[in-house]
């Protein structure tokens, strides 16, 4: 059955760092594409950084200079690389990914989230 586990959360003080981790169930899948996305309390669930299966990368306005979306070179692994953090980035933070298993693909395989805490 393919998964897709996020860790790294926690509680950082402004201006902080973590580094958010996205790996499918099994090492035997391959991570095609992949998009964080947040959702805060009474908030929409938003993209925050997108990695394409080129490498190509986009961002949020709001995080473009402090988030770093990126991939291991076996692409089994997408980070998110979150540095300068501010209080208004709390929120749970979700990894979206299209998987490659051989020639099978399991498209929008959502996570379960990690929740992110940023103090002020």
């Known amino acids: 059955q393919v998964q897709v586990v996020e860790s790294g959360g926690g509680l950082v003080q402004a201006g902080g760092s973590l580094r958010l981790s996205c790996a499918a169930s099994?090492?035997?899948?391959?991570?095609?594409?992949a998009g964080w996305y947040r959702q805060g309390p009474g908030d929409r669930r938003e993209l925050v950084a997108g990695?394409?299966?080129?490498?190509?990368?986009n961002y949020e306005d709001s995080v473009k200079g402090r988030f770093t979306i990126s991939r291991d070179n076996a692409k089994t692994t997408v980070y998110l690389q979150m540095n300068n953090l501010k209080p208004e980035d709390t929120a749970v933070y979700y990894c979206?990914?299209?998987?490659?298993?051989?020639?099978?693909?399991?498209?929008?395989?959502w996570g379960q989230g990690t929740q992110v805490t940023v103090s002020s």
């Open positions: 099994d090492t035997m899948f391959v991570i095609n594409a």
């Open positions: 979206n990914a299209d998987i490659r298993s051989g020639s099978t693909w399991y498209n929008d395989y």
């Open positions: 990695i394409t299966s080129s490498g190509s990368t």
